[in-house]
């Protein structure tokens, strides 16, 4: 059973940066395509970044495109999300997830293992 563990998170004022880390265990971790997903309060939780299992593809949100960067390091087990020019739209609880194939990457059902998210607030 892969366990995945965000941190990073905190409160940060608006063009700030942050960088958000997703600790994997109990897998094969090169095997799984990985995500970043958010759920501000009160909204369904949604697609933010995506990439590939070797690193060389992702793919982002439309309201991320830009400011955020996705990566990973297979040796250390980790994806990361490293957040720049955050705004306060950015507030949110930011959960990594992991799935087999890379397809369907907006949907969030189609993922099979989840953190627990980490908190992200931005103010103005």
């Known amino acids: 059973q892969v366990q995945l563990v965000e941190s990073g998170g905190g409160m940060v004022q608006a063009g700030d940066s942050l960088t958000l880390s997703c600790a994997a265990s109990?897998?094969?971790?090169?095997?799984?395509?990985m995500a970043w997903f958010r759920q501000a309060p009160g909204k369904e939780r949604e697609f933010v970044a995506a990439?590939?299992?070797?690193?060389?593809?992702?793919d982002y949100a439309d309201s991320v495109e830009g400011r955020f960067t996705i990566s990973r390091d297979n040796t250390k087990s980790t994806v990361y999300l490293q957040l720049n020019s955050l705004e306060p739209e950015d507030t949110a609880v930011y959960y990594c997830?992991?799935?087999?194939?890379?397809?369907?990457?907006?949907?969030?059902?189609?993922?099979?293992?989840w953190g627990q998210g980490t908190q992200v607030t931005v103010s103005s």
């Open positions: 109990g897998g094969i971790f090169s095997g799984y395509t």
């Open positions: 990439i590939t299992r070797s690193g060389g593809t992702t």
């Open positions: 997830a992991g799935k087999f194939r890379w397809d369907s990457l907006y949907a969030r059902g189609e993922y099979n293992y």
